[in-house]
């Protein structure tokens, strides 16, 4: 790889020099959708088109399934020795690695996050998701059941078949990884349907599986919009399940497809409205740092931000204070290729018209900016909002109970730990929680009764693929990273042999 460049016209530069490949990857090979359509990509960093993508629809996810259910029927991924299928994941994770300027521009010209954080967070972390599934390739086990002795049952986990992975546009390379890994080191066969906001880094994940020895038809990348693409791929009765992360809303219509179709599986991770319990013995500057950074991070296109500070009446001014602080002082915002900015553009134009129209309404309500609150770099033609605080909310305000998905946090006073804990399971959703606090009294009692997949106590947003990641509630159900993400992809199957 190159020097890295030092200067945003340095990264505008390689940019400008990519070759994007915008075709979808099926067979093993690029294509472009049956019927020729493609559509403008336009870079959330100064509103311009640079790429123009397949949109695919019915015909290329029929092809691509066939080509999914021949390589599940050859055997030639599913039936592969365990030490094979680790080789080749192994190869892929480096190839990841090997390609990451590649991957890193193509996130941030996509989705529009600073390219510091593509480079040292998304790529790397794609790869080494898929490099900690191949490690598991020759560790999955069957049972044998305890049975009297004249018989032997084996209980064995075998694939489901084709898996339809459709995923959000925040973290394309990181959840997509997130499916993948897993999916394929169980033996299936996967067709990857990125949003049609960030589909150029999964397209090239396709030529890396090739190059890496996956065979053929074993992964498939088919980008498009949700109704067009995403819809045919979820109904599709040869499609064994449904892997879907994205909005609360497109997750349940998973549900109704399914039902619809072949009853396939489906396993979801959904939206969030994370909150922090900060109670009044906490360290706020160590919270402060983690409220702004879990808000702030990725411009809050973060499902598990924590976008709601339920905080203590008698700290809740000083905790605001720190917040807009850290943010100043070490999250600034700026165009994505400056090598110093740590918060770059909204996806698009609508989410940013989203996230201002949030803004708005909670002043409506009766929320009081107390940080930001406006759009930012208007003259570059792209769309970034102003990292933003709101105080003196309650939780019964849209802003408290809706997903703004925006550098937006709400900030909600309470009185008594009874009524934080209240607060913070007062929402549909349950993907992540904070308590912040020195009594590990209050921490075990709140971190028992928040209703969330994950609690950090006195932390935030710390996350390894050692731990499962996914919510309760209508965050969804089944569960990312871990050994345990692989079961979702397997079922198990019962042998069972009597002897005379
Ligand atoms: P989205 O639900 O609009 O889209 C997600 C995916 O579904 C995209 O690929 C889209 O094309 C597809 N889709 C949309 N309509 C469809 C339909 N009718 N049929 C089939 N597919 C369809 O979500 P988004 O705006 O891309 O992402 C933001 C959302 O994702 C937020 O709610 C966020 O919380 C959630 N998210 C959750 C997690 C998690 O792990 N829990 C992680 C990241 C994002």
Redo the contacts with the bound molecule.
Sequence with gaps: MLDRPTTREGWTARAAALKIEGRAFVDGAYIPARDGATFARISPIDGKVFAHVADCGEADIHRAVKGARAAVESGVWRDADPLHKKKVLLRFAELIRENAEELALLETLDVGKVIANTLDVDVPLCANCIQYYAELADKIYDEVAPLGPKDVAMVRKEPLGVIGA??????PLI?GAWKIGPALVAGNSVIL?????SPLGSLVLGRLAKEAGLPDGVLHVVPG???K???P??LHPDVDMIA????????K??MV?AGQSNMKRVAL????KSPHVVMPDADLDAAAEAIAWGIYYNQG????AGSRVLAHASIRSALVEKIAEAQRSRIPLGHPFDPGAQLGAMVEERQMHRVLGYIELGQKEGARIAHGGGRALAETGGFYVEPTILDGATNAMHIAQE?I?GPVVVVIPFATEAEAVRLANDTIYG?AAAVWTRDMNAAHRLSRAIRAGTVWVNTYDRSSLATP???FRQ??FGR?RSPHAIDKYMDLKTIWTSFR
Excluded: R
């Design positions: 459709i995923v959000p546009w925040n973290y959840i349907k990125p949003a049609e906001q919009f949700g109704e693409a995403g819809k791929l979820a879907f992360t994205g909005s609360t809303e497109v997750g219509l998973m497809y991770e959904c939206g969030g296109e973060t499902c598990h997903e998905f993907l990641f996914g919510g965050s969804g990312d």
